[in-house]
């Protein structure tokens, strides 16, 4: 089908057009119209202070253990050998090594365990306080422990698929060794933290975001790139995995979960589901 011709009344016609438009409109409003965007500044009648406050809010608590080269060297020998004498841990979710889900490693990765967990007790208690829920207690702030910790090593085509740990306040990731990386992201093996609203803030107009750049993430996920001597602290609910990994050197964490220890109410009992 042949296109119309452009004939010189018609582009008469568009300039009578775009002479109304500008005795109508002022040149700047004129502009707008033209390149079809709204101009930076707009005058108001009155002066509006618009105050963007992010609600509901998810805490990602990241962090460098003190001694990690030491504590780090340590770990690694006992992870090693661990993965070389016996055999990983049944989980559909992980591809690669992983030690069971319990406290058995406080005991065969020796005190450099200690060392590193003591620290993270330490920020879980300055992170965390008593609602106005909570019954008379006699500390000021809830004390935490270790109910569970597990090693994993990854190795190439290794991965962890998306998953939340149930049951439990605090969850963590402390790296021992990071293994390759890439500054490009070619390795791969981050650890991706989703939007726990999933994916309906970008539902109706994938195509929109706010203006604000805290809120950019809303209906995807971040990632974290892995750094020996680092701690991610994140919430138990929050879910995560681990992307695919490339690299040729073995990448080396350690997971846990993390409880309140409330001597003064035995009873107060928490619902544990397998992580």
């Given at each position: 089908?042949?296109?119309?011709?452009?004939?010189?009344?018609s582009?008469?016609?568009?300039s009578?057009?775009?002479?109304?438009?500008?005795?109508?409109?002022s040149?700047?409003s004129?502009?707008?119209?033209?390149?079809?965007?709204?101009?930076r500044?707009?005058?108001?009648?009155k002066?509006m202070?618009?105050?963007?406050?992010?609600?509901?809010?998810?805490?990602l608590?990241?962090f460098?253990?003190?001694?990690?080269?030491?504590?780090?060297k340590?770990?690694?020998?006992?992870?090693?050998?661990?993965?070389?004498?016996r055999?990983?841990?049944?989980?559909?979710?992980?591809?690669?090594?992983?030690?069971?889900?319990?406290?058995?490693?406080?005991?065969w990765?020796?005190?450099?365990?200690?060392?590193?967990?003591s620290?993270?007790?330490e920020?879980?208690?300055?992170?965390?306080?008593?609602?106005?829920?909570?019954?008379?207690?006699?500390?000021?702030?809830?004390?935490?422990?270790?109910?569970?910790?597990?090693?994993?090593?990854?190795?190439?085509?290794?991965?962890?698929?998306?998953?939340?740990?149930?049951?439990?306040?605090?969850?963590?990731?402390?790296y021992v060794?990071?293994?390759?990386?890439?500054?490009?992201?070619?390795?791969?093996?981050?650890?991706?933290?989703?939007?726990?609203?999933?994916c309906?803030?970008?539902?109706?107009?994938?195509?929109?975001?706010?203006?604000v750049p805290?809120l950019?993430?809303?209906?995807?996920?971040?990632?974290?790139?892995?750094?020996?001597g680092?701690?991610?602290?994140?919430?138990?609910?929050?879910?995560?995995?681990?992307?695919?990994?490339k690299?040729?050197?073995?990448?080396?964490?350690?997971?846990?979960?993390?409880d309140?220890?409330?001597e003064?109410?035995?009873?107060?009992?928490?619902?544990?589901?397998?992580?």
């Amino acid at each position: 089908m042949a296109l119309p011709t452009t004939t010189r009344s018609s582009i008469a016609n568009c300039s009578r057009l775009d002479s109304a438009l500008a005795q109508r409109y002022s040149p700047h409003s004129r502009s707008r119209i033209r390149q079809g965007r709204i101009p930076r500044q707009v005058t108001m009648s009155k002066e509006m202070e618009i105050n963007v406050r992010p609600i509901f809010s998810t805490p990602l608590l990241v962090f460098t253990i003190p001694d990690h080269d030491r504590i780090n060297k340590a770990l690694r020998e006992k992870i090693l050998e661990r993965e070389a004498s016996r055999p990983p841990e049944a989980d559909h979710e992980v591809v690669g090594w992983s030690s069971p889900h319990d406290m058995s490693m406080m005991e065969w990765a020796g005190k450099a365990m200690e060392d590193l967990l003591s620290p993270v007790i330490e920020v879980a208690t300055q992170a965390t306080e008593f609602s106005e829920r909570a019954p008379a207690l006699t500390s000021a702030q809830p004390r935490w422990q270790v109910v569970e910790t597990w090693a994993n090593v990854q190795r190439k085509g290794g991965s962890n698929a998306v998953h939340p740990h149930p049951g439990t306040f605090w969850s963590g990731v402390y790296y021992v060794d990071a293994g390759a990386i890439s500054r490009e992201g070619g390795c791969g093996g981050e650890l991706q933290l989703f939007d726990p609203r999933g994916c309906l803030p970008v539902m109706l107009a994938p195509f929109l975001r706010y203006t604000v750049p805290e809120l950019h993430d809303a209906g995807k996920s971040i990632s974290f790139t892995p750094e020996a001597g680092k701690c991610v602290l994140f919430p138990g609910w929050l879910s995560h995995s681990v992307s695919l990994y490339k690299g040729e050197q073995p990448r080396i964490s350690i997971a846990f979960n993390l409880d309140p220890l409330i001597e003064e109410f035995p009873d107060w009992r928490f619902t544990k589901s397998k992580s």
